[in-house]
């Protein structure tokens, strides 16, 4: 439990659904997990290596941006007959798919009626594209429009401290939001989801991160006495997160390839810190994480490192610069739900939208990653667009005998199923089923993946 909450930010309360889905999705990984070879990294932080491509790729291809813009709300038409008949989103074509499409009953609350976006209401910040900053401007839809609708949103409401200031706690939802907008459309048909359900308790769904970056060569000797790597070769470092399991913050920290941005001064080190209880008192600094500036924190950090108490406060004032961030809604996917809490992709009667994104429903995938939202996009222009090409399938490792024997005997650290302690029906029961399978393919697959020796 302490290994699972800490890699995925499981709290106690969270839901038992996800958990299972997160068991079933990723089996396959399991031996992978001990060494964190399932891991993947990419070079430069993610902004850069797959967010600023991605921004010019599309610029290039004539698509505008429109900063310092929040949309307030989308309005809807519904009724006037029934909307276009679709398979489901992400249905699959064969017969396997379709089974495991039953096991995700559909959205309770969804209805044949024609649904149409009507129009978008959006508000200026900052003064764009002949845009007078403050006025409240409208773009009023056709059915021949598409509209993509990122609904809630995992880091809304975030703020940053400094050195020398916590991170503010504000967790007051205002216009302009994903989840305010999410609510209002929630409001003009049932099935558009229930946002509150997630936004509703931001004390259940916040902790707190922190980046550490280190000035100078006096902290990463302690970095590399506990990760066993150079910090600065240019390779990955820790691998994945470590956590300190004594920690009354709970506190985990990574360390990624350096340098992770690609201005970055080669000399120095960018460390990622979060705490899965910011209201507990630290160990060190006698405080909740929630009330403490950056370089507290980091003080925390060094000591959980090992580092001799009698440094800690000179290291984490002048050899590093610490930026707490506060998170009110981050883990605000994990809350428990219900069929019919998050709007499907493409609603039943859906003509010109989609929901996409962590608070879109699609089946079998695990929220809290890039590829859900990958596939809630994929799933929703394919769908709408009526492109005939088929979303990448979830991997069925729980549909795959072969990925469950490995998995069973990973987790039983690699002993074969011929050391388990058994009583004596049962050993004598295993050893004629073995007798039984002796020279077919069933031995093979048993010995290929060492579930006997």
Known sequence: WMYWRTMFAFENWHSALEMKLYIKRYIHHIAGLPDFSALRFTRYNQYESMILPLIEYLRAAGVQFHFNTKVED??????????????????????IQRIQQEAFPRNPYSSPEKKVATRIVLSRTAADGGAEAGVTTVIDLTEDDLVFITNGGCVENSTMGAQDRPAAWRPELAPGGGWDMWRRIAA??????????????????????????????????????????????????????????????????????????????????????????????????????????????????LYHMGVPEDRIAELAAHHANTVPVMMPYITAFFMPRAAGDRPDVVPDGAVNFAFIGQFAE???????????????????????CDVDRGVPEVWG?????????????????????????????????????????????????????????
């Open 188 to 301: 003009q048909d049932p099935s558009f989801g229930r946002p509150d359900t997630f936004c509703g308790d931001p004390e259940k769904t916040k902790w707190m991160s922190a980046t550490v970056t280190t000035l100078d060569g006096e902290i990463p000797p302690y970095i590399q006495a506990i990760c066993k790597r150079d910090p600065f070769t240019g390779h990955v470092v820790t691998g994945g997160i470590v956590t300190c399991t004594d920690s009354n913050w709970l506190m985990s920290w990574t360390l990624n390839r350096q340098q992770q941005f690609r201005d970055q001064p080669s000399n120095e080190l960018c460390v990622w810190v979060y705490g899965l209880f910011p209201d507990e008192p630290g160990n060190y600094v006698r405080k909740p994480m929630r009330n403490c500036t950056g370089e507290e924190i980091c003080q925390e950090w």
């Open 362 to 384: 699609t089946p079998r995938d695990t929220i809290f990653t890039t590829e859900y939202s990958m596939r809630t996009g994929m799933e929703a222009v394919y769908t709408l």
């Open 74 to 95: 989308i309005r809807f038409s519904v009724g006037g007959g029934a909307g276009p008949v679709r398979p489901r989103t992400g249905t699959g074509q064969d017969t």
């Open 397 to 453: 490792s729980v549909f795959d005998v072969r990925d469950l024997l490995m998995a069973s005997v990973k987790l039983r650290d690699g002993k074969p199923i011929t050391d388990m302690k058994l009583g004596l029906i049962e050993r004598f029961a295993l050893k004629e089923a073995l007798k039984k399978v002796k020279g077919t393919d069933i031995e093979k697959v048993l010995r290929e993946f060492e579930a006997i020796p």
